[in-house]
């Protein structure tokens, strides 16, 4: 029989762990790639099925609820499954209700700034600009700021959201973000010229 040293066990217990980390990934990889095949419990697992509810071409606004519920259950601050649900909410309802309210703050808390959520929630929110609370506004104005200052999307935003009040907010904010971008970088007074 072998003698087990130090050095073996330390290699034995890599390798278990090597192996215990591959299979995981393996689990993961097949989840992503295949969510109706095999069903892990995972958060993104869940997310990419109540996407893929929500673009089919009739859209399943049940099942992705569902999904995005089960993907809150095992990552309470996925900020799109907050959001995701916030805009079921408002298709089965027709208007922002107390419920979507506290959603999209729940998305807010789960991410302020964004960034995987920003455009998405932006464009929803300006576009139900008259609905929204002040402490939503808020958030939604700081975070719009921010956008602008740090990306050069912000006008494709402004672009895309129908509402007239939700666009006018949304290109003022816009506008102050880039021009703080521009006062940052000592361009404003070259813009101006």
């Not at 008259?130 to 999307?153: D, I, K, Q, W």
């Not at 816009?174 to 813009?191: T, Y």
């Amino acid at each position: 029989m072998a003698r087990m040293t130090p050095r073996t066990l330390k290699a034995a217990a890599i390798t278990t762990l090597a192996i215990a980390a591959a299979a995981g990934a393996a689990i993961t990889t097949a989840g992503l790639t295949w969510p109706d095949a095999i069903h892990p419990d995972l958060a993104p697992v869940h997310e990419m099925r109540a996407d893929r509810a929500l673009s089919a071409q009739y859209p399943q606004t049940v099942a992705a609820d569902r999904e995005s519920q089960a993907a809150l259950a095992q990552a309470p601050t996925a900020a799109n499954a907050w959001l995701r649900r916030a805009y079921v909410r408002q298709l089965a309802t027709r208007t922002l209700d107390d419920q979507a309210l506290d959603y999209l703050d729940k998305s807010y808390q789960a991410a302020p700034l964004g960034p995987d959520v920003t455009r998405w929630r932006l464009r929803f929110i300006f576009e139900h600009w008259p609905e929204l609370t002040p402490a939503l506004r808020e958030r939604a104005v700081s975070e719009m700021r921010n956008f602008a200052r740090h990306h050069s999307g912000g006008p494709d935003i402004v672009r895309a959201i129908h509402n007239p009040a939700g666009r006018w907010a949304a290109a003022l904010v816009e506008r102050s973000g880039h021009n703080e971008a521009l006062r940052d970088q000592g361009m404003l007074a070259k813009a101006a010229e």
